[in-house]
């Protein structure tokens, strides 16, 4: 999934009247948006930056898909071009509707093709081959259909071993079932949806050796992926080469020096230059076994005119006056620097280097975790990722060489760590799910079993899980006029499955509601002063919609295609958050009249009741933030920014819908999530000092900051107060750049807390107390502390 398409866009252009200069749409009090078309511009960059890499970089992969990329944003400029694309629509794809997967390249930028298009893959060649007809998606399209292809498919849903990597293959399995199931009008209905595209898009599912695993636990990972990432570690060349000099060539350099030592003073004898040939013959030995230092090679080094000397001396000759001179002042620097070889100090820094070069390579060690893990299902996750990482057996020692009891590095036990299997809560507490971007690549494995419980019938339900992990898996497109990403509903063959919930399916909305709430519980505890991710927002939409809870889920609008206007769900969750918060610290500190925003929900849904069909937009809602962010008028990215922060407020982004209609609970109480989003405010202004471009840390401090009041607001008395104590030693605590910075937020947390409140445009206390936003037009006063 992309999860940030919509916030890598290109510079729009816009059509219609007074085009407003900068890459958006409408200026952001307008009374409406316009119509919002594409420049090719950002694809012509990508397409320029793909060619340069294709061309110029080293390692022959990097230059394969950086071609591969190429010849996509080639497709792209080329739909631009001849009309076949239509960027930013639901639809892009003229000749595909909305159902197909199509294929999307950064920026949510459609290329033309479909994801399930292509040439044939090579278990549709197997299956044809089987079926002895050509080698033909039409062909197999109608083979499918056929008592001998029903019953194969027949034969997969009973087994579970086939898997749906694109939502259009699960599309004749489903054809099958409802065959099976005697609903033969729903599937003749489908194959009629499908058959104008058998000839293009493989519907078939593909053969797997086992069943999919069951979703109680989920992986990051594979442990294929794992052993893939271990097989592709090679040696570090920089780390290898420092062990080589510290394992070969600095012993070999005390041995010249020793044998130099003896000769001081004295005319060496036979013994003495028998030994040296022997010294020359094993430099020879290791020069060509030990390639990666090459420092032994510099002629000005004191190794190497050691043992030039040495090489005239052994044929018999005395070294040159030159050379004889560059002995003397080799030897004596090295003496100087680590003294003679075998005395106190020499020894102490030998062994010292000994073992710093004795543990064994990270890509060694590696080797063994992957014969290690070479005999677990490599198609899923595992539940023990602690075997494989133990320190080298005995046993292991004597087959491979590596020193018993060695411990594997971090580094390669995280990639075996990735692919533990175990309960969300449990990847969030090992650290295997860092972040809630990392949550929300998950979060579908499980929502796709709350869906497909829905059914009565085993295989069915395994259908349509595997069916929603894949609809998860296409990249969102970039869409403007507020056009709304397709959902999993608008899949036909999922509508065609519609009829067939259980029996008590109406009032079966508890595992959904239940879902929900741990899901959206895990987020706010596991990342306080995160804002959730899109992806994750959709995914908790969904099952909000499962829940029948009416709990309006709003993504976060990318400022730079913002069109000036929200949909009517941003006015429901802003509501929602009045309904938890009226009069509550949050909404003073914020000077939000959310009885005001009540009166305009119950007026904006009585006008829908009475028209007969529900708002597109919500233009007091929108006029009301655009008012609250100061009603510029002219067209900035920041400018935009404000007016989606100001909605941000009045909906708490999610946070009051998942306490108010989710039930979103916490622990212990609500003090420790708003104490650690105050320790992210803090984090987060840190990284302001020194920055050339500070703005994304301001901004995310806000988000963290306006969290943190949202907790605090929940909080009773007495636990508020002794928060509020808590941040003020807490602060007082941090450096001195971040306390500067944080003064005048503290003294609007201060103001606002005892029963005051900011002035028109924020300030208080003559300008020492502010209100933190995190987006300004004029210069935001956190970066002059």
Known sequence: ??????????????????????????????????????????????????????????????????????RKWQSVLAGIADGSLSIGSRTPVAALPAW?????????FATGAASAGGPLLPYEQEAARLAGVPADRAELFAHFLTEDGLAYLWSLLDSGRYEVRVPEEAALATVAWLVRAGDFDAAAELVTVLRPFAGRLRFSPRPADRPAPGVDSVHRRTVGEASAALARRGPNTAVETQREALAVWRPFEDELLAHRLLAHGRVPGPDWHARGAELLARYRSLAAAHTLCTKHLDPKSNAAILRRA????????????????????????????RGAPGSPGHARLRAVQARQAAPPSHHALAG?????????????????????????????????????GAEVPAAVAG??????????????????????????????????????????????????????????????????????????????????????????????????????????????????????????????????RQAELGAPFTEELAADIFMGTFGPKFLVAARVAGELLEESLYARYYGIDYAAVRRMAVTQAAESARSGRPARTAPEFA??????????????????????????????????????????TVPGGWA?????????????????????????????????????????????????????????????????????????????LRLVARGGSFDADGTGEGGRARRLLGWSTDGHWMRMP
Request: with cysteine.
């Open 310 to 337: 040495l090489e005239e001396e052994v044929a018999g000759r005395a070294p040159a006056p030159r050379l004889a001179g560059l002995l003397r002042v080799a030897v004596e620097s090295m003496l100087a620097k």
């Open 415 to 544: 990639t075996v760590r990735a692919a533990l299997s175990a309960p969300l809560e449990v990847l969030v507490e090992r650290g295997v799910v860092p972040s809630a971007e990392v949550l929300a690549e998950l979060v579908p494995q499980l929502v796709a079993a709350v869906s497909a419980e829905r059914y009565a019938d085993g295989p069915l339900r395994n259908l349509t899980a595997a069916t929603y992990r894949a609809f998860r898996n296409r990249r969102s497109l970039l869409l403007l006029n507020l056009e709304s990403q397709v959902r999993v509903e608008e899949v036909p063959w999922l509508r065609a499955v519609s009829g067939h919930l259980r029996a008590d399916g109406a009032a079966d909305t508890g595992p959904a509601a239940e879902a929900l709430r741990r899901l959206g519980g895990l987020a706010v505890r596991a990342f306080p002063g995160t804002v959730l991710p899109n992806p994750l927002v959709r995914e908790l939409g969904q099952l909000a």
């Open 672 to 748: 420790r999530p708003a104490r650690e989003c105050f320790e992210t405010v803090c984090r987060l202004v840190a990284r302001v000092e020194g920055n050339p471009r500070p703005l994304p840390a301001i901004k995310d401090a806000a988000y963290a900051w306006r969290q943190m009041l949202f907790h605090l607001s929940l909080c009773g008395p007495d636990e508020r107060a002794s928060v509020l104590a808590w941040i003020e030693a807490e602060s007082a605590q941090r450096p001195a750049h971040v306390r500067t910075r944080l003064a005048p937020a503290l003294a609007g």
């Open 100 to 108: 197909v997967t199509p294929e999307v390249v950064t920026g949510g």
């Open 368 to 404: 063994l975790v992957l014969r290690r893990i070479s005999g677990l299902d490599q198609g899923a996750g595992t539940p023990d990722t602690d075997t494989p990482v133990a320190p080298v057996s005995a046993e292991e020692a004597r087959e491979t060489g590596l020193p018993a």
């Open 623 to 664: 006029a009301l933030c655009a008012e609250r962010a100061g009603g510029e008028r002219a067209w900035s990215v920041a400018a935009n920014g404000k007016v989606i922060e100001q909605a941000q407020v009045l909906t708490t982004h999610n946070l009051a819908t998942l306490v108010g209609r989710a039930g979103v």
């Open 1 to 70: 999934m992309d999860a940030h398409a919509d916030k890598q866009p290109p510079n729009p252009s816009r059509t219609g009247p007074a085009p407003v200069p900068g890459p958006t749409t409408t200026p952001v009090a307008g009374p409406a948006p316009v119509a919002v078309t594409l420049s090719p511009s950002y694809a012509a960059e990508r397409l320029a930056r793909a060619l340069r890499t294709s061309r110029s970089h080293g390692d022959a992969a990097t230059r394969e898909r950086a071609g591969s990329r190429a």
